[in-house]
């Protein structure tokens, strides 16, 4: 295309922005369609719209007259349009994005405007927090309620703020709905591919691939399943489908014979997978989803994927290394992988809560819980007294919930050790939360950033610095107090934080909360690195909670580590700081 030329996609939003301006200011139906279709027409077309509008051929588009045509000339020659221009004039622009709420619609939108100036969801957003939308005729509370709830997932320009989404959310669905696609007659096999099978602790959306010879027999049923809302686009062998839970699923369906090709190449990383064809290209092969095709155009299929590595002379990476990271030059030779984290490796953890602060089951119900996974250990970290809103003990509590603890104890009669643990404050100034006496009472210390996380990036690090220094702190928790879909990590240098970890003893928490996942496995990495410890702990705030682990434990791996890596595959010893002033065991 000739440099300057409007492109179809901006011809196309130029024409949607003008047909809903003239929407929200209440002209005729039929106008504001012709805009939409032609943005449609637009946007589909294989050519530039721009030349051939130059060229006076646009108008052999169907839908595309001479106005809309004329309309794309003005555009590329001007660059402006002056329709638009005067449309925006008129009504701000923000509008259209507060008719696309739910419950608005254009009408409602200008009603806004005209009560309330209202001009974009930020103004909207005041209005809602102020009360002040019950000025609005038809405006009732519920509408108020439902608003703001729609309001909280968008970011200042009206857009969804972050289309991610937490493994701890995606991979539950994704396993629920592969769970229903294997109940499926003609169903050999089922698989969660794409980044959530990598591992990434958020991802875009989710990718399945199925092994079955009737494609039309798994989307039939994938449209039948209650998890889906719509179905967003298809093709013959593809489907993409929006869940109600508003994360985007593709599914993929490839003949037994050729599902371990699909996998894999579904799998990717697109890293991984161009290093991977580049390998295959030095042999005069090709490689993707449909098969490797030989120098001599043979189709090599395969029903696994370990068939497809060793057809390529390698070894199937674990999915959580295929980042392009080196695996495909360790796959090629015969160091063997690393002896990744699994959940089964994990003896006990140290940070779960009860009703003393702000969990939801007692002791008693925890350790009944842990002992039933198998834990050897179960350390109850309850919030000290500077979170006073998750119920932070006081010292003279926590001397109680020592005797509670020491009680279930003897009720358990050894079939798990319940630990005097805490997850202390670190507090605003770097201090912690307890004095030397009490903190010399507990078994494990586990030390968090609760608050004044915002602050700048050597303010946090050194608190943590303080922390880690501290004889006392075993563990810092989750350190960099990230909480995905509302804020990033605090700016912690978790380089500096992890070296000063490694040289102390001090272990680094990967919390396994779905909405922390904190470390993440890039940062658990540059820990490991640097020859830190790590610790997976599910956070629990009730015995169900105590499986979140196996988030963590994703995290970890993808991170590289190894049980030895992790101080509670060990026993609860380990997990002491060594030189820590403790009380005697009993
Ligand atoms: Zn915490
Ligand atoms: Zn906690």
Known sequence: MPDGLPSNGRIAAAFDLLGDLLELEGAVRHRVLAYRRGAARVRAAGESVARMALEGRATSLPDIGPTLQAKVVELAETGTMAALDKARARVPEGLVAVARLEGIGP?????????????????????????????????????????????????????????????????????????????????????????????????????????????????????????????????????????????????????PARFGNLLQHATGSAAHNVRLREMAVRR????????????????????????VYAALGLRTPPPELREDRGELAQAAGDVPWPDLLRVEDLRGEVHVHTTWSDGTASVARMAEAAAARGYAYLGIADH???LAMAGGLSADRVRRQWEEIEAVNAAMEGRIRVLRCTEMDILADGRLDWDDDLLAGFDVVTASLHSALGRPGPEVTARLLEAVASPHVDIIGHPTGRMLERRGHAAVDIARVAEAAAATG??????????????????????????????????????????????????????????????????????????????AAP
Do not use: Y
């Open 107 to 255: 009408k409602r939108a200008m009603a806004l405007h005209t009560h309330l100036g209202v001009r974009g969801t930020a103004d909207l957003r005041a209005a809602v927090d102020t009360g002040r939308l019950a000025d609005v005729p038809g405006m009732g509370r519920r509408t108020a309620e439902a608003l703001a709830a729609q309001l909280a997932g968008l970011g200042p320009d009206g857009v969804s703020a972050d289309q991610r989404v937490s493994l701890g959310v995606a991979l539950p669905l994704a396993e629920s709905l592969v769970r229903d696609l294997r109940e499926e007659p003609g169903v050999l096999r089922a698989e969660v591919a794409g980044s959530l099978r990598r591992g990434r602790e958020t991802v875009h959306d989710v990718d399945v691939v199925v092994a079955a010879e009737d494609p039309a027999a798994v989307f039939a049923a994938l449209e039948r399943s209650l998890l889906v809302e719509r179905v967003l686009s298809g093709g013959e062998a593809r489907r993409a489908v929006m869940t109600h839970r508003g994360v985007r699923v593709e599914v993929a369906v490839a003949p």
């Open 506 to 583: 001090t272990l680094l928490e990967i919390n396994s909360q779905p909405r922390r996942l904190d470390l993440d496995s890039d940062m658990a990495r540059i820990a490991l690195e640097a020859g830190a410890c790590l610790v997976v702990s599910s956070d629990a705030h009730n015995p169900d909670a105590l499986e979140l682990v196996r988030f963590g434990v994703i995290v970890a791996r993808r991170a590289g580590a190894r049980a030895a890596d992790v101080a509670n595959t060990g026993p609860w010893e380990a997990l002491v700081c060594p030189g820590a002033p403790r009380r």
């Open 284 to 307: 005069g092969w090709s490689v993707s989803e449909h098969g490797i095709t030989r120098e001599d155009g043979a189709l090599d299929v395969h029903a696994d994927e370990d068939g």
């Open 384 to 386: 000290s007294q500077n």
